[in-house]
């Protein structure tokens, strides 16, 4: 499946930038970009090509090295809440990295399935966002081998994920004990409102699960 971002405020979420930083972008590097014919106000992008045109695009050395390396970097002993970001997609890892960052929170980046489960054992994050679809070890099964045990069983899983959203994924994640799931391109206040309240869930109002595994909700405010 692949999804379509229905105007430039949903193409930035997307690429975790301002609108007008990827509205640069396309006149500067040819992102690609489509706009209804007659039309030059109404625009979409596709995902896939988006992440295809990240892969290799110069924008990509606009990163410094310091800000590539902290996306692999093992969190630090500080008192700050620690996210583990699980995606095999650079693109997704590093906007999911930019958004956390920016909220607050210590974030280290994770490609497989395998390696997430043993990052989860080594580091114990507080919360883990996590792709269904990974290269080796797929989501639900990096989550139900984390909820088996009981060093690893309490830590919040939230699901993510631009392939597999379906009212059986949900449900199944559901089913595994996830705090949570979303599916791209991702409301940033979602996100953050899921974390949150699955980190601290005396805080939030007690209906909050439902929201979490509802396709259509979106959690607008606190209690």
Known sequence: MNVMLNSW??????????????????GLYGMPVHR????????????????HWMQSAPVRLNRSQASAQ??????????MPTVMAVDDNDVHLYALHRALTAAG?????????????????????????????????????VCRRLKAEAGTAAIPVIFHTSMEDSYEARQ?????????????????????????SSIAPSSWPRDIDRFNFDSTSRLQERR
């Open 9 to 26: 405020k949903e193409i930035a979420e997307y690429l975790a930038v301002g609108v007008r930083t990827a509205q640069r972008w396309e």
């Open 36 to 51: 209804l014919p007659g039309s030059a106000k109404i625009c979409f992008a596709l995902a896939k090509e988006l992440d």
């Open 70 to 79: 902290a996306l692999h970097r093992p969190p630090s002993p500080k008192s």
């Open 105 to 141: 929170f210590q974030v280290f980046g994770v490609r497989t399935g395998s390696e997430a489960i043993i990052k989860a054992f080594q580091f114990m994050p507080s919360a883990i966002i996590l792709d269904v679809d990974l290269p080796d070890v797929n989501g639900f099964e």
């Open 172 to 196: 199944q994640a559901r089913a595994l004990g996830a705090a949570g799931f979303l599916a791209y391109p991702m409301n940033l206040q979602t996100m953050m409102a899921m974390i949150k």
